[in-house]
């Protein structure tokens, strides 16, 4: 399912911050980067996260705001989050249905797969980037940044 050239799906979802975020609330502001991934505290997340959070200057540079997305609470992302030292909102899709939205969730292991979406400020998706497998972290950052960087 590729969602590119399409408007993002909008969602509203509690974050590590301590509010609520709303996609379509960065609209004509600033492009949204969202970063899928399986589990708070797993080996892979546990590096891509830290490496997208230590990238954030370089993404307000390039006009865009990151947001980490799994199905893990808003209370285990605030723990990840001070043990990893991630800046970055993390979103809490408890349910999956952001995810099923974005056609990254695998309900029968109740998690999202690994998964990087480039949405411009008018609110389309620009790039989608699905891993094969949930222990393969192959977009980093820098890829990411070249995608914004071409918009």
Do not use: K
């Not at 379509?24 to 600033?30: C, P, T």
């Not at 952001?98 to 029968?108: C, F, H, T």
């Not at 411009?120 to 192959?138: A, I, K, L």
């Amino acid at each position: 399912m590729t969602l590119v050239g399409q408007p993002a799906p909008d969602f509203t979802l509690p974050a590590s911050t301590g509010q609520d975020i709303t996609l379509s609330s960065y609209r004509g502001q600033s492009h949204v980067v969202l970063v899928f991934y399986p589990l708070d505290f797993s080996p892979v997340c546990s590096m891509q996260l830290p490496e997208y959070s230590g990238s954030q200057d370089d993404f307000t540079e390039a006009g865009a705001v990151v947001l980490g997305i799994n199905r893990d609470s808003v209370y285990a992302h605030r723990a990840w989050a001070a043990e990893y030292g991630i800046e970055v909102p993390l979103l809490a899709d408890m349910q999956l249905e952001v995810a099923r939205q974005y056609g990254v969730a695998i309900d029968e292991r109740g998690i999202s797969g690994r998964a990087v979406f480039v949405i411009d400020r008018e609110g389309v998706v620009r790039y989608q980037h699905v891993e094969e497998q949930t222990g393969q972290y192959t977009v980093r950052p820098g890829a990411v940044l070249e995608q914004l960087r071409g918009l």
